[in-house]
């Protein structure tokens, strides 16, 4: 069986609201799960004794703009079996929260908080979240579609 | 007051406001105390906060905070067409700047179809390019971390060193350090007249220097003391820290991108891939990170010597050679999603991109560096570690500060 439908199935056991969609566009090839599915098809994703996901790269938030829907993308890779696969995640835009996977990757950690900081995506069990490269005290989250930057912080013009 | 004038006016609080300690003065027990390390202390390699829990000499916690130098990459890449956003990418990783720039290249041809089409002697010169490049950047990590434990000599040989490898990249591209040589789908320019020349002759005067600098620095009795059994960072937690580059070879994992994803011309070229192997002391430590970059120089100087051949020989500069013939005028990839991935001298530089298309600018452009993962793993390294050793482990990790706050 070719890799990525063997990691296709792996994940459709895994899920219980709604099936996982495949994306041939990207590259790697993605999985689509629902946010509450999350969770479960990480841990098989790491623990499956012929995928092994021991390595989470990079995880990306991204906003599709006011009106659409919020998006967390996964970039897994697996070390001793040389897969690749990308998970994405949707989340509501008016309330976006997502299970923390920090628990799972140490690495998730300080990835995860960055996409706290840049679009406010609250992870849910997360050990330490807080913002981590804008000030503390920042208005707003600088990389949503919809972003106002503040006039002035402490007295200093922002405009760029 | 005019307008354009900045004003910052201090007020007591603004610190605690902005990058509130995590660390509660309330919540010591008797003998610990709370030590402020950075943001401009020299050993820590840029704007790195710590906030250290101490009892006596022991470091119990270590809390980074970091942010000082972010520039903002995301946010401008969002704003601006696929090849404006390469000078951004140059102050990623700004003692690097050949090879980020190749890893973006990379992403944006694969992106448009056109990574298979590039010339062979573009992709030569690149890979030429980056890997002098790296010698630069390990140059810079061995050398300041020789003087953050207090070897001061090997410093100034590197830098000395480390000088002709700006001059030849200056010659090639116009500037020292952030060069917009690599553009999407070519060069700037070809290489100039006489540069693979001049580079057979730096490969020549390298080689004694390292071998120089192997037993100042690496055989020294002092720097072993300092460095073996110090920093240990075991295979799996470093692999579950998505820690990558040299710091995982070094945990002894044969991991590089390079060898795994096999990108560019590197199949074509020979060469080894130095993993740590505890000979001072335990697999990991910190003395095995210096001597894997050490040994990377090495193997960097035999693909600049293959890479050289082929320069002169199959793929010799012509007369009509175009390095800039398929460099698209417009860049306006189709509608996905793309995650690349390329070994920098750090580790893993990876960029994520959404293209809608619908415009020339990406949709989302995430730049995943590898100095932001490495240094995460910095809480896990600094529990119940001498403080005089914490100092040793941030210069091992070699944090370039540009790369971890983007």
Known sequence: ?160 | MADNTVQYKYKPGNLQASAPNKLQPELLRAEEMIINLGPQHPSTHGVLRLELLMEGEIVKEAVPHIGYLHRCFEKHAENLPYNQVIPFVDRLDYVAAMNNEHVYAMGVERMLGIEHQIPKRVEYARVLVAELNRIASHFIAVGTYGMDIGAFTPFFWVMRDREHILRLLEWASGARLLYNYIWIGGLFYDLPVGFEERCAEFVQYIKPKLSELETMLLQNQIFIKRTADVGVLPLDLAINNGVTGPMLRASGLRFDLRRVDAYSVYPELDFDIPVGTGAMGTVGDCWDRTYVRVQEIYESLKIITQCLDKLNGEHKRTRDFDPQALVPKKIRPKAQDLYVRGEIPKGELGFFFRADGRNDVPFRCKCRSCSFTNLSVLPELAKGILIADLIAIIGSIDVVMGEVDR
């Open chain 1, 1 to 160: 069986m070719l890799p990525f439908e063997e990691i296709l199935l792996v994940a459709k056991v895994q899920c219980t609201h709604s099936d996982p969609v495949a994306e041939e566009l990207a590259t790697p090839k993605g999985i689509r799960v629902h946010v509450h599915d999350l969770l479960a098809v990480m841990l098989e994703m790491q623990n499956h004794p012929s995928l092994y996901f021991d390595l989470l790269s990079c995880i990306t938030g991204i906003d599709n703009g006011p009106g659409s829907d919020m998006e967390v993308v996964y970039n897994l890779y697996s070390i001793p079996f040389d897969h690749h696969v990308m998970i994405k995640v949707k989340l509501d835009r008016s309330d976006p929260r997502i299970e923390s996977v920090s628990h799972l990757w140490r690495s998730a950690n300080w990835l995860e908080r960055e996409i706290f900081d840049m679009y406010g995506i609250t992870f849910l069990n997360h050990p330490d979240l807080r913002r981590i490269l804008m000030p503390a005290d920042w208005e707003g989250h600088p990389l949503r579609k919809d972003y106002q930057h503040q006039a002035y912080y402490r007295d200093i013009k922002v405009e760029y």
